[in-house]
């Protein structure tokens, strides 16, 4: 039998065995939830592995849960919420004898037993590559355990958390010292839930705000190819914004919105802050400058990570407030750049997308965004040129095939409908800028003037926009 033809049997049998437990976890599920109504839940003589066995079905997300096995489990769980959170079931059963022992033979070296730093981590000892399936169960056979995880994380509240320390911290950061991003995204998803809850005073006891920081900030360069695209999108959706929260947890006393005589400028050529500069600013830059900035140099031709990566740059720089100015240099000329890219329409989300992380920080960046007017107009403006060029492109377009891509064209003028309306946005945006400093003349003629002169002349020198006049400058 041919290497081809056996893959080919293994792929139908690992279906066909999915499908199968599918059917069987649905039929499971829908007994218990008949046996309710003459054996509740605090009747069964084992309802810890009861509650376990319905806390599996709790992601509609999991290719082993289908729809009415989730809404059975979590229907039970919701009628029984005290019972199936009651220390007894949450702390003792599921995190402590199931959990722990999962984790044991594969935790983190950086991280101790009781949870704290390791002043010392002690080197993790070489594995065949055989065992893994031993050793990472949670990874393999018992991958169900990692919803459980989530779900009883999601019932604990933050001294619930602060006393059962020991028993969250390392499977979250063995998932995050994992190899396959899955399995990181899993660990960061977990990772800002469980500091949505935490105290600064507990991060900085135990030391593990580094540690942390150290396995998260790796997760920002898994990038195609060598990682797929669907799961670096994945990855990223679940890393930033775990390092946001991170960063507000273990800088809590950093002001969000600093007089700009105390904004801290860089040295040039060179990414080293000067001392002045608040830890969680320095923190906060650092994400940008390692992940967003590399990942767009990385993945300039695919537009879904792009997309993906700008859906991020508003979190970052609005967290960062109006520290973000330092930030201009670099990014107005990135989100300019491929705002006017001339193959930008072939992906409208993505201009979609640069054109809101530009609104996004013209808001927080607005005391020096006037000296990037230029790289806005050109952005904004060019952008609204090719958009109505396409609509006009599709609208004379009489093909064959026209009516197979209706629903398609119907998505995309959705989307280049809001793009009109955020390049909107911006230009009144930069006119309002500019009327907060309207205090300078030149030559008789205020500021804010000269720009809606410029707008104006602008937007007259092109048919397209002249078109658009009323909708891109408003009253």
Known sequence: MSCEHASKIQIVFNAWREMKFKHISRLGIEIIAILDSHLPLQQYDKQEDVVLSLAIYTSPSDPWTNSAA???????????HHAATEPAVLVEHILRDQMRPLFLHSATPAVTPAGRKAMTPMRRAHEDITSETVSKAWKHSRIYMLTVLRWALSNLNAKDIESNWPLLIPPILTLLDDTAAPMKAKGCALLTELLSRTSPSLLAR????????????????????LTPVDESIGLLDAAYPALIVLSRIQ????PPHPPISSTTRTRTGSQNELSTTPPRIRSLMEIYHTGLLP?????????????????HAVPLVSEMGVHSVVLLPTIMPLLAGILADPFATASPRLILGAATAMRGVMVSAWPRVCFWKEEVLRGVLVARVRIARDLDDHEDEDGEDSEGKE????????????????????LRLLRAIATSFS??????????????????DLVAAHPLLIRDQALLLGP
């Open 407 to 426: 629903e398609e064209e119907e998505g995309d003028s959705g989307v280049r409908g809001r793009i009109t309306l955020v390049l909107r946005d911006i």
């Open 295 to 311: 990942g767009h140099a990385h993945c300039v031709e695919t537009p879904s990570m792009l997309t993906a990566l700008l859906s």
């Open 439 to 456: 205090s300078k003349e030149e030559g008789g003629i205020k500021e804010k003037d000269l720009l809606g002169v410029e707008l104006h």
């Open 206 to 225: 135990t030391g593990l705000g580094s540690v942390m920081h150290d396995a998260l900030m790796p997760c920002l360069l898994y990038l195609p190819p």
């Open 251 to 254: 800088y809590p006393s950093t």
């Open 70 to 80: 989730f809404q059975n489990a979590t229907a039970l769980l919701q009628k029984y």
